[in-house]
């Protein structure tokens, strides 16, 4: 059998009319956000969401985030509080998912929420789907572009390489802002720490352990295939060492110790760690402060086994 790969565009008008179409009948694309690229659908099309479980190896009982262009789309789908408009109105269009009751007419397949009488939304701010958003009209289902328990993409050749024939189409607008997911609320508390920080939003960090009300927070979630240590301050033989700040490793989330651009780059070196010839890899300790929680949070979810 002839190995298909995935077809390529660079981002721009044509891209998105062709990634629009396939979405229209029903297909699956990759296209990139401010966070990571998602593997989008027609979130009102039950077999077009299905083929997004199938193509990340996806748990069934795992629910997607819905991407929606503004806030009246929002509305239309889930049921607003003052406090969730509030939010809304500060934080959109950006990196922030509300976890909100759903409207049992708004038309959203089952499977999108897996059951739950709850939907995860949001109104990315990333041109790419943004400009999807618009061309299909529709609401766009979207989980990370990756396989199942892979890191997640911040580009183009991760998803190309997470997921190869099994998605058709992606468009490329390089390399993502923010570099890890959206951050989660849902009644008041922080069910997923992400771009926008706990100090900015004012809320807290919900307990994570046994959570049944995030299951896509399950421990194992951002698994690299190779046995990975924390808060090292230097390499042991054997092992490849990203480093921060300080810490000079094989490769750096960022030599400046910047936060924010450590968070950019922290998937990249994932994939980078996990294509490099030594058997194991060491991270260099960052700071718990502001989007280092995120950091921290995908770190420690990569180094469970
Ligand atoms: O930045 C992002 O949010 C990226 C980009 C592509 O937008 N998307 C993303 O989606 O990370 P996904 O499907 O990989 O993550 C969905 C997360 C999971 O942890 C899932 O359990 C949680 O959202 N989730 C979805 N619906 C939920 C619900 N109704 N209640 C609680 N958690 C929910
Ligand atoms: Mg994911």
Known sequence: MIAQHPAIRRYGTAAIAEVAREIARGGIVAVPTETVYGLAADATDAAAVARIYAAKGRPGFNPLIV?????????????????????????????????????????????????????????????????????????????????????SPTRAEHVAASLGERVPLIVDDGACAAGVESTIVMAGRILRPGPITAEQLGLPLAASEGKVSAPGQLATHYAPSKPLRLNAVSGAPGEWLIGFGAVVG???????????????????ALHRADASDPAAIAVAPVPEAGIGAAINDRLRRAAHR
């Open 250 to 268: 094989d490769d750096t989330l960022s030599a400046s110790g910047d936060p924010v651009e450590a968070a950019a780059r922290l998937f990249d």
């Open 67 to 151: 991407h929606v262009p503004d806030l009246a789309a929002a509305e239309r789908i889930a049921v607003f509080d003052a406090e969730a408009r509030a939010l809304a109105a500060r934080w959109w269009p950006g990196p922030l998912t509300l976890v909100l009751p759903l409207r049992r007419d708004a038309g959203i397949a089952a499977l999108v929420t897996a059951g739950l009488d709850t939907i995860a939304l949001r109104v990315p701010a990333h041109r790419a789907m943004r400009a999807l958003l618009e061309a299909c009209g529709k609401p766009l289902a979207a989980p990370s572009a990756n396989a199942s328990n892979g890191i």
